[in-house]
């Protein structure tokens, strides 16, 4: 038997709301047994764990694989054993590979290299129209026979026609999937929006019109009965927004990414601002996003982990990584200067992304999913994108001291990353 036995941690799990000392066993595959436990499964390993805290497995609802396609910026292997390092039991990919996750084919493509590939539980957002071109919605029914399809998304090509976005809304909807657009209008989008007379989004500038983007989304997923979760919110007025639809009652939800939270637009890199969509913020947004993180408005995190290859990012490929650092820098950022609890940061990290995207719950109790991450809080170290498993290194955070760090990832009771 495959058994493993956590003693003397700090249990923190949102779904009992528990947070109290104790043991917890892990048996072929699932949780065994929670609490003071006395006698261990025969052969299993267990593992001392004072001052460090067990909660359910991270799970990152936004991430870039890039697989199929883009195999020299990240693979489904590399990018899964970052997620396992930085404490993630789950995730999320966006669709944008190349071809892009828009037919039956591609999806399965996809679900045969996870399961031969992944180190983590993996899921997929499927496009919300043709190519990601925006013009055709697709009606993702049959995609989602497949168990690895979780959402739709057109990902950083958020779709500029009204009529267009009610339909995909409604065939998302139809089929209780939950729609997951990224309201950020990237120059492409605009030229997309310059070709069409009467666009509602035209005569802004790029990345300034999130909050318009969020308005029509929220009006188009209310009239299709569609469940709205908006990725990377990032600027103040979108906040408003959603606190307003909240209020209203209706079924929207949104993340934010650890770069949104903690770097404002003053930030230099090498002396340049790290590229990434939506664009870093002034600092009043920032503190504005933080609030929303204490208050309990924003859902949940989301790295948006976007690989690229060097000679990519120096020629402008906006994006940055995120798996194998973001535990810490929230830990640093926001648990250890009291802004957030332990527990908040694990609804925010593992159980809201989980509900949002209807994914399996994980949950500290016995029969729940053997997927586990042990973290301690203590631990002081150095970022450095050098170290990581994943393939790129658009990390802006290299050389920062930070403490906190995943030291033991279990998926289905297997152990996938130890310190
Ligand atoms: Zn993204």
Redesign the pocket.
Known sequence: MNAIVLKGARLIDPASGMDAAGDISIADGRIAEVGKITSHPTGARAIELPGCWVMPGLCDA???FRQPGFEHKETIATGSAAAARGGYTSVVC?P?TKPPIDNIAVVEEVARIAARDSLVKLRVKVCMTEGQRGDKAIDPAPLARNPIVAAVSD??NPIIRRDVAAEACRLAARCGLPVSP?CEDSERSLADCLAMPDCEFAGREPFTNEDRFIRRDIECAEAAGAALHI??VSLAASLEMIRRAKVNGLAVTCEAAPHHLLLDSSCRIGGAMPLV?PPLRPAGDVATLGRALEDGLIDAIAT?H?PHAADEKKAGAR?LIGLECSLALIITGFVKTGRITPMRMAELMSAAPRRIFRLEPAALRPGAPGDIVVIDPDAQWTIDSSAFASKSRNCPYDGRRVSGRAILTIVSGRIVWEA
């Open positions: 936004h991430v870039h966006e944008n990902d950083g990224h990725s990377h969509n948006d976007a994006g």
